[in-house]
């Protein structure tokens, strides 16, 4: 069964950076879109961003500008540059691949200090 794994996560101050990558665990075929999305504490999981085969990106209001997704399609790898980030960041990021199949992580913790 694949497995994605997310790394990168972490504590950083308010206004700093971080880099999450997501690696699938063997070769899919198919992929079509690679994705990241946020579940903080109390609420529900919502969309961050995305990116589609051929390079189309996808962000919510609340990180465009700051948030820069990437995709290796070759790899099945996908990644999200935060930059300036806010207290109001701070979540457990999922990514999730998208093509014959739903395909998800468990998760890295993201926590972001004022």
């Known amino acids: 069964q694949v497995q994605l794994t997310e790394s990168g996560g972490g504590l950083v101050q308010a206004g700093g950076s971080l880099r999450l990558s997501c690696a699938a665990s063997?070769?899919?075929?198919?992929?079509?879109?690679m994705a990241w999305y946020r579940q903080a504490p109390g609420n529900q999981r919502e969309f961050v961003a995305r990116i589609t085969n051929n390079g189309y990106t996808t962000y919510t209001d609340s990180v465009k500008g700051r948030f820069a997704i990437s995709g290796d399609y070759a790899k099945n790898t996908a990644y999200l540059q935060m930059n300036s980030l806010e207290p109001e960041d701070t979540a457990v990021y999922y990514c999730?691949?998208?093509?014959?199949?739903?395909?998800w992580g468990q998760g890295t913790q993201v926590t972001v200090s004022s």
């Open positions: 063997e070769p899919i075929l198919g992929i079509v879109i």
């Open positions: 999730s691949l998208v093509g014959p199949d739903v395909y």
